[in-house]
């Protein structure tokens, strides 16, 4: 594709339910971000993978958020038994290696009802 | 990562140049100087980034200071659609990790 994809670009979940948010990054990209912006809020770093080095976890609120990257491309950011405060748009980046741009997806809009 | 420090607002008119000012006092020798911009309901853009010496492309124009302890990002003429937030970031050399601030909220006047 011609970009990052993100996939769903909504969803609407029941508090208590499991999510899983789709991010497909440009082929070939080595680094995959995730961030969760709330509304009117900056973005917040949750977790960055960089090829085969062990993923930087160190932004996950929880241990109820975990993100998988398989196979060095498509990735998973997983939320058990959401909570309404885990609404946010999550977003997803990738980029090559080296000291290059980034590239954003549009996002996924996660409202917890 | 190194922190940096941006005003939260900024106003412009539009077809003039914009300053906006990025301050990184902690930043390390190897650390790049990166911008990105988010416009309404999307997510962030890349804008421009530099080491040491002023950069140029066809968005922008990024000054840094000799001492590399700030950086202005310059519009050279603002319009309506650069209205955003532009974030100023310090990537953790080696790791490429992007923790994003505040930033600036910039508001173009027609």
């Known amino acids: 594709g011609a970009g990052v994809s993100q996939s769903p670009s909504n969803k609407v979940t029941e508090k208590g339910k499991d999510v899983e948010l789709r991010c497909d990054p440009i082929?070939?990209?080595?680094?995959l971000y995730w961030y969760r912006q709330s509304l009117g809020q900056g973005l917040e770093f949750l977790i960055y993978?960089?090829?085969?080095?062990?993923?930087?976890k160190s932004g996950l609120p929880s241990d109820r958020f975990s993100a998988e990257r398989t196979g060095g491309s498509v990735s998973t950011l997983t939320i058990q038994r959401t909570q309404q405060e885990d609404s946010a748009v999550y977003l997803c980046?990738?980029?090559?290696?080296?000291?290059?741009?980034?590239?954003f997806g549009q996002g996924t809009r996660l409202t917890v009802v | 990562d190194a922190k940096t420090t941006q005003p939260n607002s900024m106003e412009s008119n539009e077809e003039e140049p914009v300053h906006l000012p990025c301050n990184h006092s902690?930043?390390?020798?190897?650390?790049?100087i990166h911008w990105y911009r988010q416009l309404p309901s999307q997510g962030p853009e890349y804008v421009i980034h530099?080491?040491?010496s002023n950069v140029n492309n066809r968005m922008a124009s990024l000054a840094i200071a000799e001492d590399r302890k700030s950086s202005t990002l310059i519009l050279h003429r603002a319009t309506l659609r650069d209205a955003a937030v532009y974030y100023c970031?310090?990537?953790?050399?080696?790791?490429?990790?992007?923790?994003f601030g505040t930033g600036t909220r910039l508001k173009v006047l027609a």
């Open positions: 902690t930043i390390s020798g190897t650390d790049y």
């Open positions: 970031i310090l990537p953790t050399s080696g790791t490429y990790k992007y923790i």
């Open positions: 980046a990738s980029k090559q290696s080296g000291d290059s741009e980034a590239f």
């Open positions: 082929s070939g990209h080595t680094a």
């Open positions: 530099g080491l040491t």
């Open positions: 993978f960089q090829g085969n080095s062990a993923p930087d």
